[in-house]
């Protein structure tokens, strides 16, 4: 089913995520791309924290991020209370980040979160480690979206 799923947005230029929430997700997502049912450079998200996946630590994001192909694109991020950190560990791998709502409810403990609060926030860890903010055409042009005429 997702063979022919990578095929079918293959076939109509969609770029897929490849949400990987352990080794063996990185696993098939390389698999699909050696059977070219992946247009490169593919786009991974690292997910940790989710329950029964990759728990959100240092050595598991290592781990999963020596497993990229070359030139792979990727994020990572971390759930909950984890969230912030794993923008930092992205940031040090080499990597770009991802933050939301989706992941995380909270700006710290028992204060809710906006969307736009933890965007901030992971905006302030990038910049305070040095690290720069693509604008939205460079990240369509390092994602691979930019069609060529």
Known sequence: MLRLGAQRLQGIGV??????????HMSFA???????LLDRPPLF??????????EADTRNFTAMVDQL?????????????MEMPMVAQAILLG????????????????????????VERAYKIIRLMGAEIQT?????????????C
């Not at 390389?30 to 070219?36: H, I």
């Not at 990597?95 to 933890?118: I, K, M, P, W």
């Not at 939205?136 to 060529?148: D, F, I, N």
């Open 30 to 36: 390389k698999q699909l791309l050696a059977e070219g």
């Open 45 to 54: 998200q690292i997910c940790l924290g989710i329950r029964w996946g990759a």
């Open 95 to 118: 990597g770009n980040v991802r933050v939301g709502l989706e992941d995380n409810l909270y700006l710290e403990r028992g204060v809710f979160a906006s969307n736009a609060q933890l």
């Open 15 to 24: 770029k897929p995520e490849l949400e990987v929430f352990d080794l063996g």
């Open 136 to 148: 939205p055409a460079e990240a369509r042009q390092t994602l691979g979206l930019v069609k060529h």
């Open 69 to 81: 192909p070359a030139g792979a694109n990727w994020a990572g991020f971390g759930v909950g209370a």
